[in-house]
């Protein structure tokens, strides 16, 4: 981690924390099909980006041959909320090598919900705050 | 038929003399708005702080159906598979729940007018000011109702008729098609805005209910477009919510 990043990262993990206690399932929809008890750290490549509403999404071809999920589709928060914790809507591009954390789908399906990303320049962005926070590093 | 169209032209000539001195006489609430959160680590400003929601007055039946239907939620929340609401089928969620502005809420003062814009969804309400309110079962149903609105003091009042029946009540409250809600939306501090809302529904309601908004001013941000393009929660046959994977 860039330790440039950190400041505003830690206003908007905080700025994340707070909102979260506020406001736990007033997004898009209801987060409760993500386990958010159970977090996996991820390297990836991503293989497509879309800056869409009402959900940004991030698919990432997991770098580890040998894992059991290849593919992951990852749901991120809306550009909306992500700009406002500072993410840009060209920041992340097929290519570029993420390392995330991530809530899977508690069905076992390879997908799963954004808590962190940080990009191949060490810069880390949370998920805004109803997705909540990254409890693993 | 030439008649008519005179009386329409002076109709509309008549509703014209609203100008821009007339603005210039009301408090000044526009510009863009957000949920007042309280901030962590920071203490709560009491002006702010809006308290629990006070409970909805709501008559036994009604009170039965939302309870049952809240418990419905909190199971399928439990299995994993969130009851589909009206932003996970990529529809607004109306009136009054924008007011809640999980997203921000830009507000614009033209003559004779008050706007409201949330960014969700480019949510739109059109509060007329200075026009009377019209009656049940003439007014159009719709997601955001009929607004009319004045100036008392510093506050404007609007009187809200004509949210559709198929539109959830904040927090998913029954309401009925005789629902008013009155709101009172003023200036508690320059940055700092309030909307206490009142919500008269003699069918589902024993009294009034009343609850309030607050929000914070928020300085030089543009609103962003919001078109639901991309909704990749499939709705299932129970209502449950599912992520379509795109494996891409």
Redesign the interface.
């Known amino acids: 981690m860039k330790t440039s990043g950190r400041g505003p990262l830690a206003a908007a993990l905080a700025m994340a924390m707070g909102l979260a206690l506020a406001a736990p399932a007033l997004a898009h929809h209801s987060f409760a099909m993500y386990d958010n008890d159970h977090q996996l750290k991820l390297i990836g490549t991503v293989t497509h980006f879309q800056w869409t509403n009402p959900h940004v999404y991030i698919e990432l071809e997991n770098n580890d041959a040998t894992a059991k999920v290849q593919h992951w589709t990852i749901e991120c928060a809306n550009p909306g909320i992500l700009d406002r914790v500072g993410w840009k809507f060209n920041m992340i591009k097929p290519g570029d090598k993420l390392t995330v954390i991530v809530a899977p789908l508690r069905t076992g399906e390879p997908g799963a919900l954004l808590k962190q990303v940080t990009l191949p320049d060490g810069r880390v962005f949370g998920n805004g705050a109803p997705a909540g926070k990254a409890l693993i590093q | 038929m030439a008649l008519a169209w005179a009386v329409t032209a002076g109709l509309a000539l008549g509703a014209a003399p609203a100008t821009a001195a007339e603005i210039a006489g009301q408090p000044d609430i526009s510009g863009v708005w957000a949920?007042a959160?309280?901030?962590?680590?920071q203490p709560v400003d009491p002006r702010l702080d809006v308290g629990p929601l006070p409970q909805p007055p709501l008559k036994p039946a009604y009170m039965a159906q939302w309870t049952a239907l809240r418990e419905k939620q909190k199971e399928?929340?439990?299995r994993?598979?969130?009851?589909?609401?009206m932003?996970?089928r990529?529809l607004p969620d109306g009136m009054p729940s924008l007011m809640?502005a999980?997203?921000?809420l830009e507000i614009l003062q033209t003559p004779g007018r008050v706007t409201v814009i949330e960014?969700?969804f480019s949510q739109t309400r059109r509060i007329y000011l200075g026009e009377a309110q019209g009656k049940v079962g003439d007014v159009e149903p719709g997601y955001y109702g009929h607004s009319v609105g004045r100036w008392e003091g510093d506050a404007l009042v609007v009187d809200t008729l004509g949210i559709k029946e198929s539109v959830p009540g904040y927090r998913d409250i029954p309401h009925s098609d005789e629902e008013h809600i009155i709101e009172r939306i003023r200036l508690i501090a320059p940055d700092i805005l309030e909307d206490q809302m009142t919500v008269e529904d003699p069918k589902v309601l024993d009294h009034p209910w009343s609850f309030r908004f607050v929000y914070r001013r928020m300085t030089g941000y543009h609103m962003?477009e919001?078109?639901?393009?991309?909704?990749?929660?499939v709705t299932d046959a129970n209502g449950g919510?599912?992520?379509q994977?795109?494996?891409?």
């Open positions: 949920h959160f309280p901030r962590p680590g399928a929340d439990e994993g598979e969130p009851t589909a609401g932003e996970a990529c809640f999980i997203y921000p960014e969700a962003l919001y078109v639901c393009e991309n909704n990749r929660e919510t599912h992520l994977l795109d494996g891409k």
